[in-house]
Every structure is written in structure tokens, then in C-alpha cells.
T-cell receptor
Framework: RKEVEQDPGPFNVPEGATVAFNCTYS??????FFWYRQDCRKEPKLLMSVYSSGNEDGRFTAQLNRASQYISLLIRDSKLSDSATYLC????????????FGRGTSLIVHP | NAGVTQTPKFQVLKTGQSMTLQCAQD?????MYWYRQDPGMGLRLIYY???????DKGEVPNGYNVSRLNKREFSLRLESAAPSQTSVYFC???????????FGPGTRLLVL
């Protein structure tokens, strides 16, 4: 079983919609959590870190549920430019230098 | 700051040829990484260097070697390229455990 799992999608939504992605992780010792965005044929870029209390950045909200071992990303008022693949990343405890990436969730926002 | 830079951007090789992919970062990061990404697959770690002077195998190290030349530079070498190594290669760096990872723009490699 992969350590970090995501629904690959694609999620196909109209402009203005609200969409949410979940990501589950298997290692309960996980310490740090991130969402990255990857555009087609480009490098992954940090979208936002995920904090225990949850955090928001404009239209994007990230939440962490340690009891159920998942993180979520909510995108409100979707824009065409939000179309991308969203990667969930988990860093485990113990001074691990190797972040674990999910395979990504594809989002397509259409007019 | 340029961040993480990679050269070349594109490369075509014939089976059996060798080449070195270069990566450099100017953020004074301790850890550096090489990944490959194939269509429909996630990022797979080839090798990483937790700090200057150390290197370790990742998930898919066969057919590759690495050198952490100094704190800034981390190169990936293909000694005898195979078609299965056709992929997009990303270099990344981060300051330390649980810090944000930053990626280079990638090298697109085609092995014929």
C-alpha cells in the first residue's frame, strides 16, 4: 500500500465551482504536510503548507485530520487557471530527508 | 536568486551513450534530490543527498550514479543510457527535514 494516496481524478468542474481533494497517509508519525501544484510539463511548485489548525490562502483552504490521517485542499470559486495536477506531500518524523509524494489529483476547470 | 537550475533542458541520446545532468541551487540548501517522472506516474526518487558529502539511493537508483560536487551542485550520470530511461528528470533541494522542497525546471531526456 502506497504511503500517500490521492484520487487521480480528473475532477472536471465549471468555473466558479468549489472543489475539494483529499489525500490519505499511512504513517502516523508524519510531521509536515504540503500541497504542491504541477502544471503540464512543468516542475512542481509549493501551493501551501498544511498546519494542524488548518490554514487559508485566498481561495485555497488546507486542513489536516491527524486522527483519520488525511489532509484536504478546498478550492473556492475555481478559475480556468486552477487547472493543474495537485500533489500531496508528507514528511515523516525522525529527521527524514525524503518527502513522500502522492501521485497527484488532476483538476480541469472548464468555462 | 535563480533557485534551482538544471542543464540541459532537453537531450536526445542513443542507447548506450552516457551523459551527465547538472543541477545547482543558490539557496544554501543542505539536501538535494533527483527524481524522474513518467506519464501517468508520480515522482520517483532516484538518489538524494541529505547533506554535502553524503549520497543515498532512492526508489529507482539502477542505471544511475550521482555526485554531490559541493553544497550547491548535485549531478546525475547515466553511464549507458537505455530507452527505459526516457523520462523527465527533476532536481530539487530543501534546507532540511520537513522544510519546503524547491524544484528545478526539469530535463527532458529521450533515449532512442
Amino acid at each position: 500500500r502506497k504511503e500517500v494516496e490521492q484520487d487521480p481524478g480528473p475532477f472536471n468542474v465549471p468555473e466558479g465551482a468549489t472543489v475539494a481533494f483529499n489525500c490519505t497517509y499511512s504513517n502516523s508519525a508524519s510531521q509536515s504536510f504540503f500541497w504542491y501544484r504541477q502544471d503540464c510539463r512543468k516542475e512542481p511548485k509549493l501551493l501551501m503548507s498544511v498546519y494542524s489548525s488548518g490554514n487559508e490562502d485566498g481561495r485555497f483552504t488546507a486542513q489536516l485530520n491527524r486522527a483519520s490521517q488525511y489532509i484536504s485542499l478546498l478550492i473556492r470559486d475555481s478559475k480556468l487557471s486552477d487547472s493543474a495536477t495537485y500533489l500531496c506531500v508528507v514528511d515523516f518524523t525522525g529527521g527524514s530527508y525524503i518527502p513522500t509524494f502522492g501521485r497527484g489529483t488532476s483538476l480541469i476547470v472548464h468555462p | 536568486n535563480a533557485g534551482v537550475t538544471q542543464t540541459p533542458k532537453f537531450q536526445v541520446l542513443k542507447t548506450g551513450q552516457s551523459m551527465t545532468l547538472q543541477c545547482a541551487q543558490d539557496m544554501n540548501h543542505n539536501s538535494m534530490y533527483w527524481y524522474r517522472q513518467d506519464p501517468g506516474m508520480g515522482l520517483r526518487l532516484i538518489y538524494y543527498s541529505a547533506s554535502e558529502g553524503t549520497t543515498d539511493k532512492g526508489e529507482v537508483p539502477n542505471g544511475y550514479n550521482v555526485s554531490r560536487l559541493n553544497k550547491r551542485e548535485f549531478s546525475l550520470r547515466l553511464e549507458s543510457a537505455a530507452p527505459s530511461q526516457t523520462s523527465v528528470y527533476f532536481c530539487a533541494s530543501k534546507a532540511g527535514p520537513q522544510e519546503t522542497q524547491y524544484f528545478g525546471p526539469g530535463t527532458r531526456l529521450l533515449v532512442l
